[in-house]
């Protein structure tokens, strides 16, 4: 596994972040059962208001690993959907207030990750797309379901089918993203996001 999850906690909110030793997280299987975890304990501890999900200078998250992918037979990739569901779904029903904060490439998995969170918010250098269409492939982690309540379904799907990516403002403009601010910015506006939640009891 070349990306690890890392948990802290700092003001009542849950700082889940994904690293990689290239900086460019994947959402690799071993990933997602750490994450449910988080989100359960996120649930469970009454000290905590919210969370934020981010990742590394380079890339929130570059979806799951193409060659673990291109290894999996019919019923492995059929366990390997459902287990990304569950893991999407975990953050997306979420009573507490669960906020991406994205920098750099949000792609593939890592964009349906960010889709299943309440809010994004990105910095100005943050790429957004779900490649798969151009590799033969779509995503079973929900992203279909969820980009098109989003931004509307005819946008949805050109990103799905093309694969072409989007810029932060182009995201801004079509209401995937909340806010763009400078990279150093991103994961204190996260916090500032969670923090008025918190307060409006969210």
């Known amino acids: 596994m070349s990306t690890r999850l890392i948990a802290t906690e700092r003001d009542k909110i849950l700082q889940i972040t994904l690293e990689s030793d290239d900086g460019y997280p994947r959402l690799e299987c071993e990933i997602l059962d750490p994450l449910v975890n ?3 304990h996120l649930a469970g ?8 999900i981010t990742g590394s200078e380079r890339a929130f998250a570059t979806g799951a690993e193409i060659t673990e ?13 459902r287990h990304g569901q569950m893991a999407m779904s975990a953050v997306a029903n979420s009573e507490k207030p669960i906020v991406a904060a994205i920098r750099g490439y949000c792609i593939g998995g890592g964009l349906d990750l960010a889709l299943a969170c309440h809010s994004r918010i990105a910095s100005r250098d943050a790429v957004f797309a779900h490649p798969g269409g151009s590799l033969g492939i779509i995503t079973g982690w929900g992203g279909t379901q969820r980009l098109p309540r989003l931004i509307g379904r005819s946008i949805a799907l050109e990103i799905l089918t093309t694969g072409r990516r989007c810029s932060a403002e182009e995201a801004l403009a ?25 307060k409006a009891d969210f």
Request: hydrophobic share 55%.
């Open 38 to 40: 988080q989100i359960a």
């Open 45 to 52: 501890d009454a000290t905590l208001a919210g969370a934020m």
């Open 69 to 81: 992918i291109a290894k999996l037979t019919a019923a492995k990739a059929r366990e390997f959907s």
């Open 174 to 198: 079509v209401g995937l993203i909340r806010e763009i601010v400078s990279p150093e910015e991103v994961t204190s506006a996260a916090m500032r996001l969670l923090r008025f939640w918190a």
